[in-house]
């Protein structure tokens, strides 16, 4: 009879377990083994590392040729370990791989802590950092990228162990203390000491060791060039560490003053970093190359850039910021001021900030009622209006009765463009925003039609633009070439395909605009030659905004507070109108006179009104919340203050030989006809009811609205 085990099933099967366990363990173990010894036999030579490149150097051109940045890393002297001071050697490795000498390559206590960090922190989405040793780091620098995969991990750990068995520990940190980045653009702490302190690192004291070896975890946080105060704070954490680790004494750590170490002064940098802040970072799209030097070819233009520096320093008051765009007709970017002072703040005022414009955003607004029919000569009422309980008012107080398109536009009378936007069709306004390039949301409550809904200068521009550019789209580009080692490797081509509005539109828009600048509101652009503009001011004088075009050439300005706060005295039509033509007579200078194909029409008298009472005040300033939304009134809820006579009916559109009879298609071929296809890919794809017989969208809820940034 069989003899049968004795054992509880559980226990053999866990017995079976384990023995399975250590068999993949043991297998596993001779395959990493394997796998390190064939690494070690594929290392270079040690003087093969030392002299493997890091980073990738760019050089950046004007559109005349000019370098006007080179971006890449710097190097210094390399340094042998014997005459790297031991205080740097400590401090590194108190900050960054406290049992470097133990370890072979990989930290197993590292590892165990980082294991339970995952689980403890598993489904967070919280990045596991922290078990890189020095060598792993060496490993990263040299041979792998900054991508963060599981895959490439494993290599860092294989490479790092390879690195342990064919190098010493000394050869090791060498490489490390050469090789890695500290910011500024210094790889190697002899390149940092001198771009940080102005010596060289063979004889780096106590604290200036500290501040270097606490760069590392985040170069762009932690470096004197980004932020002074955060280097020095880092610098005392990693003198806490050195104390706590036994690398100096209680003693030294406390007589080591970080505070008194003094820093370098950068360079002062001028506005063209604002624009090659905004341009270089496409390149990551652009191109698909990481390692050879590069040579960027760019639209900006010296002269416009200078011109345009000097405009908006010597107009906006004191502690105003400004910004500038120029467009020319090919979107190609002229010149780009996004603040004052680049030293004292590189925030991008003219790509990144987003604010109201006040009617500077009628622009939308009289497009659509053009696009819908309207002519320049139509005759309009302005009267006392109320459009779901809001009943806007001209800054003056008063209506003028009939008028026209023409004169309501050059003096930004405030009721004719809500009844413009109550018969279009406030979502239609929105789209036309949309179709001409403003990404920021567009809110269709009534009050949009007086630029409530913020945007940002640079598309605002674009718009303008594409207006000058008799209405086919212009997009905005700063990079025009990049070659690798001599060869292109990336060339622009300009778009001309996309027509947004039919030229009689675009026409008709130039008309208002021009009359807006030679006899309305923006006065004070005028330049010597024909111009076509907008000014814009927003509640309480917080912005004041001037965009234009002139000679082939379209630049908007912006002026205001960063903190949103009013700005005595501040309208479109005073400091950014004067920038504008400051700014213009320069960068027009060498071009040809272009005349409009519309001569000027002067606007009616305005009823004898003065022209400070039409615009000398904010555009939505008495009549829209600081939310964007009507203020309440002593009157009753939706009726207007005044008795309101009847909305005109929309005049029919006058015969033009250049537009489509009604119902008629564009005429085939025409190089100019309205590509519908790709604005409906712009506007997402939505069906929208036919133009002029648009629904108003229900009132919405008003939400909290974030302070202008």
Do not use: C
Request: glycine residues 10%; without cysteine; neutral net charge.
């Amino acid at each position: 009879m069989a003899r049968t085990s004795s054992k509880p099933l559980w226990r053999r099967r866990l017995v079976l377990a384990l023995q399975l366990l250590i068999g993949l363990g043991i297998a596993a173990a001779i395959a990493l083994a394997v796998t390190v010894y064939v690494a070690v036999g594929q290392l270079p030579s040690y003087d093969e590392l030392k002299s493997s490149p890091n980073g990738q150097m760019i050089r950046v051109h004007a559109a005349d040729g000019t370098v006007i940045v080179s971006l890449g890393p710097s190097y210094g002297e390399w340094l042998p370990y014997d005459r790297i001071p031991s205080v740097m050697r400590a401090a590194i490795i108190a900050v960054e791989d406290r049992r470097f000498r133990q370890h072979p390559g990989v930290d197993p206590v590292a590892l165990a802590r980082i294991t339970k960090f995952a689980i403890d922190n598993r489904g967070t989405g919280r990045r596991l950092q922290g078990a890189s040793t020095i060598t792993q780091q060496v490993a990263r620098t040299i041979f792998l990228s900054n991508r963060y995969t599981v895959t490439r991990k494993l290599r860092e750990g294989v490479i790092a162990l390879a690195l342990e068995r064919k190098f010493s520990k000394d050869q090791i940190l060498e490489l490390y203390l050469n090789k890695v980045y500290f910011g500024g653009g210094a790889y190697g702490i002899d390149a940092a000491s001198r771009k940080f302190f102005g010596h060289g690192a063979d004889h780096l004291s106590l604290s200036e060791a500290a501040i270097i070896a606490g760069l590392v975890k985040a170069p762009s946080n932690y470096s004197p060039t980004a932020d002074i105060d955060a280097a020095r704070d880092r610098g005392r954490v990693v003198l806490g560490l050195m104390r706590e680790t036994g690398a100096v004494t209680p003693e030294a750590a406390a007589a080591a003053d970080i505070g008194a170490i003094s820093f370098v002064p950068e360079p002062k940098q001028n506005s063209v970093r604002y624009f090659t802040d905004w341009a270089l970072p496409q390149l990551d799209v652009l191109i698909d190359e990481h390692q050879r030097p590069l040579e960027v070819w760019t639209t900006l233009d010296l002269n416009a850039q200078r011109a345009a520096d000097t405009a908006i320093r010597g107009n906006a008051p004191a502690g105003v910021q400004g910004a500038l765009v120029s467009l020319d007709r090919d979107g190609a970017v002229r010149a780009l001021v996004g603040g004052k002072d680049y030293v004292s703040s590189i925030y991008n005022r003219a790509t990144q900030a987003t604010r109201q414009p006040g009617s500077a955003f009628k622009l939308f607004v009289y497009l659509a009622a053009l696009e819908a029919g309207h002519k320049p000569d139509d005759q309009v009422v302005d009267e006392p209006v109320t459009i779901d309980g809001w009943s806007p008012r001209n800054d003056s107080r008063r209506n003028i009765g009939q008028t026209t398109l023409r004169t309501a536009f050059a003096y930004s009378i405030n009721t004719v463009a809500a009844k413009i936007g109550q018969e279009v069709g406030f979502a239609t306004i929105a789209d036309m925003a949309k179709r001409f390039g403003i990404t920021t949301p567009i809110n269709t409550h009534p009050a949009m039609v007086l630029g409530t809904s913020e945007v940002r200068l640079i598309e605002l521009t674009r718009a303008f633009a594409s207006i000058g550019n008799k209405g086919v789209a212009v997009t905005p580009y700063g990079i025009t070439k990049v070659t690798a080692n001599g060869v292109t490797i990336y060339a622009h081509e300009v778009d001309r395909s996309h027509v947004l509005v039919a030229p009689f539109v675009a026409e008709a828009m130039t008309d208002l605009l021009q009359t807006a600048v030679n006899t309305g509101t923006g006065k004070a652009a005028q330049i010597g030659r024909p111009v076509a503009g907008k000014t814009g001011t927003t509640t309480s004088t917080k912005d004041g905004w001037f965009l234009g075009f002139s000679s082939g050439l379209t630049t908007g300005v912006w002026m205001g507070r960063d903190d949103a706060r009013p700005v005595a005295g501040l309208h479109g039509g005073t400091a950014p109108a004067r920038a504008f033509a400051d700014y213009m007579k320069v960068a027009v200078a060498k071009r040809p006179v272009e005349p409009f194909e519309t001569g000027v029409t002067l606007p009616d008298a305005a009823a004898g009104l003065g022209e400070e009472e039409y615009f000398g005040g904010p555009d939505n300033g008495l009549f829209v919340g600081p939310d964007g939304l009507p203020p309440a009134t002593g009157g009753t809820p939706g009726q207007p203050e005044d008795d309101a006579g009847p909305l005109p009916s929309p005049p029919a559109p006058l015969p033009d030989s250049r537009a489509p009879a009604p119902g008629q298609s564009p005429r085939e071929g025409d190089p100019q006809q309205l590509d519908q296809a790709w604005i409906d890919r712009v506007l997402g794809g939505r069906d929208r009811p036919p133009r002029g017989d648009q629904p108003r969208p229900a009132p919405r809820q008003p939400t909290e609205s974030r302070p202008n940034q």
